[in-house]
């Protein structure tokens, strides 16, 4: 079992950079693949980012390539995800997601979920 708790979102203007953490419980957490994802209002939840187990594999959703930037330090067992250059249409509740397996990760099919952090881009 591993719980996920994100912290770190908020009100920026366009332009401007947050750093969101998600903290996971457990023991095995260097044993998964993390990832995040956004969901707007009215809009489906969509892929942002991913990384492997060990950290040496990152993937990103083209909106946001060049942006942010994941990361892990298995040792605080957490996984953040820099977002640089914020533009009004990254506005939306952020969820990280693991999962032992990359394709589930990427796919948005994870086992475990974090509860959401609320992020708004001011124009």
């Known amino acids: 079992q591993v719980r996920l708790v994100e912290s770190g979102g908020g009100l920026v203007q366009a332009g401007g950079s947050l750093r969101l953490s998600c903290a996971a419980s457990g023991r095995t957490f260097n044993r998964y693949a993390m990832g995040w994802f956004r969901q707007a209002p009215g809009k489906e939840r969509e892929f942002v980012a991913a990384i492997s187990w060990n950290g040496g594999t990152t993937y990103y959703t083209e909106s946001v390539k060049g942006r942010f930037t994941i990361s892990r330090v298995d040792a605080k067992n957490t996984v953040y995800l820099q977002m640089n250059t914020l533009k009004p249409e990254d506005t939306a509740v952020y969820y990280c997601?693991?999962?032992?397996?990359?394709?589930?990760?990427?796919?948005?099919?994870?086992?475990?979920w974090g509860q959401g952090t609320q992020v708004t881009v001011s124009s």
């Open positions: 997601a693991a999962d032992d397996s990359w394709n589930t990760v990427i796919g948005g099919r994870s086992d475990y």
